[in-house]
């Protein structure tokens, strides 16, 4: 069972007593894209801020249940420590605006206080937004605030900074959903492309979006995973009636 | 329906913006001639002797002011040593707790602290630092300028914290970037404009106070920069001065306060130009 990045067992998640996620089991193998579907409110944002638990910053937020990333009980860990480990991208792009585009990539490095050589610093920004395809639109002008970009590069700046900590899961919170058709496309495209050696987790209220770039997709509906399987399979011959009629826009 | 009516309502409406304008031009007539006053006589008054020089005994012509700028820089400095770090720590703690009951408590002590008299933090002063140690000085002054800072501090501090955006202590936080260091690194650099503005605003606000140094600081005719003597300070100069019965020492009493309105309002534009040119977009 190496090959497992993530595995979620009968996990629960609370507001006050409010139970927004009902008994869900999950497991995510490495280098695959999973996508987690449904409709507003259905708990599936809930789902990944468990995974590196900012869900339990909201006052009043518990869980029961375990998740383990590779093998270390998510529950056991510090929480910046597994949140090195679990790289995430934000429905809005939220590059920090005080910091360059160069300063923004390694932000993961500089504030944690992690020292590094300036070359080495180099390297990694220059990798990292080699893989989140920016670096040509960025490379002349790195020393610019991050803030200054489009939309979409603004994105796809935050995707780099995610990757330049070499996440274990890049966790995604509807990272489209306040882009442009165009920008959109090219973050998808980059999705495909990291998969061949990033594990991603990936929340969408957009079916078709699911189906272009997930390998498996989980659908959620009022806190309860209906179904979990590979993309190709849920999309052509539903198991379950409800996920049928999300599929085909009956509701949601 | 008929012009009759319409031309009424228009003329309504040009007597409105008449009497908006000229209530307008009337509120900012007293700044005006304040500073049209205070220059007229006191810029004849400033020279390299009234500014270089200490104050001399009655009897003998010239002198200056020296000792009273030195001191008000002093008390500045003093007081922005204990006002900024407590000032600030309060506003962050505002931002990040909202709700409450420690920090109902230190919203509702804020404005009361706001309204308190200057006078009677000038007392509060002599009580903690005069008595025990049994002299005025400049301490006490900085102790007593710093309790008129710390409102205003702690309530910009706050208002700007609150308009940063949560996703981007979220970002921060994702990262695995402890608590502290998401606060120290990312939000108050991100709030730098507004805290630096409202420094400069309460040090503004308080370089012109006098009441509360009347028994603190308590004025001095010679040069001190001891933090534990009593100093001078261009407020209580003006005071001492205009207070006098002489003449030259009321044009003194002028141009003291020239140069203590130039410091307040360069004090003020520069934290104008500090929230415009350093304003951080999100």
Redesign the interface.
């Given at each position: 069972m190496e090959d497992t990045v993530l595995k979620v067992e009968k996990f629960s998640a609370f507001f006050g007593d409010n139970k927004v996620l009902k008994d869900v089991d999950l497991t995510v193998r490495r280098n695959v894209v999973a996508a987690l579907m449904g409709p507003s409110g259905c708990g599936k944002t809930t789902l990944i801020r468990c995974v590196n638990r900012m869900h339990e910053l909201i006052p009043g937020a518990t869980v029961t249940g375990k998740m383990t990333l590779i093998d270390e009980d998510i529950y056991a860990m510090q929480p910046i420590v597994l949140r090195r480990k679990v790289g995430m991208v934000f429905q809005k792009p939220n590059p920090f605006p005080t910091m360059s585009i160069y300063e923004n990539v390694i932000a993961g490095y500089k504030l944690n206080g992690i020292r590094m050589a300036k070359s080495e610093l180099d390297t990694v920004v220059e990798r990292s937004l080699k893989r989140s395809a920016l670096w040509d639109e960025v490379k002349d002008t790195l020393h610019r605030k991050g803030t200054f970009l489009s939309g979409g590069q603004q994105q796809r700046l935050c995707i780099a900074r995610a990757l330049a900590m070499n996440p274990e899961i890049l966790l995604l919170d509807e990272p489209t959903s306040a882009l442009d058709p165009k920008s959109t496309s090219q973050i998808e495209e980059l999705f495909v492309e990291l998969k061949r050696n990033v594990t991603m987790l990936l929340v969408t209220h957009n079916i078709a979006q699911a189906a272009r770039v997930s390998d498996v997709t989980a659908f959620i509906y009022l806190g309860e995973l209906v179904e979990f399987g590979p993309t190709e399979k849920m999309f052509t011959v539903p198991k379950d009636k409800r996920t049928e009629e999300y599929l085909t826009g009956k509701f949601g | 329906m008929t012009g009759g009516h319409v031309g009424r309502r228009l003329a309504k409406d040009a007597i409105f913006k008449g009497v908006v304008c000229l209530f307008a031009f009337l509120s900012l007539l007293p700044l005006f001639l304040i500073l049209y006053y205070i220059t007229m006589k006191g810029i004849s008054v400033i020279n390299w002797d009234f500014l270089f020089s200490l104050p001399r005994p009655i009897g003998e012509a010239g002198g200056g002011v020296v000792n009273a700028i030195v001191g008000t820089l002093m008390l500045i400095v003093l007081s922005s040593v204990i006002s900024v770090p407590c000032g600030i720590a309060a506003g962050i703690y505002l931002s990040e707790n909202k709700a409450g009951k420690l920090s109902n408590t230190i919203r509702l002590s804020v404005i009361v602290l706001q309204g308190t008299p200057s006078i009677v933090i000038g007392i509060i002063a002599y009580l903690w630092i005069v008595a025990p140690l049994r002299t005025f000085s400049a301490l006490s002054g900085g102790v007593a300028l710093s309790i008129m800072m710390l409102p205003v501090i702690i309530k910009t501090t706050e208002e700007t914290l609150k308009l940063i955006?949560y996703?981007?202590k979220?970002?921060?936080?994702?990262?695995?970037?402890?608590y502290y260091?998401?606060i120290l690194?990312?939000i108050l650099?991100?709030g730098?404009s507004g805290i630096l503005t409202g420094i400069l605003l309460s040090v503004a606000r308080i370089t012109g106070e006098t009441a509360p140094l009347l028994f603190t600081a308590f004025g001095n005719q010679f040069m001190n920069v001891n933090i534990f003597k009593p100093i001078d300070s261009l407020p209580y100069r003006i005071f001492y001065y205009a207070m006098s019965p002489y003449p030259e020492w009321h044009s003194f009493a002028w141009g003291a306060s020239f140069i203590l309105v130039v410091l307040t309002l360069a004090l003020n534009l520069i934290a104008r130009g500090i929230s415009v040119k350093w304003k951080?977009?999100?």
């Open positions: - | 955006p996703h981007l979220e970002a921060s936080l994702a990262l695995g970037v402890p260091r998401t690194k990312v650099p991100s730098i951080i977009q999100f």
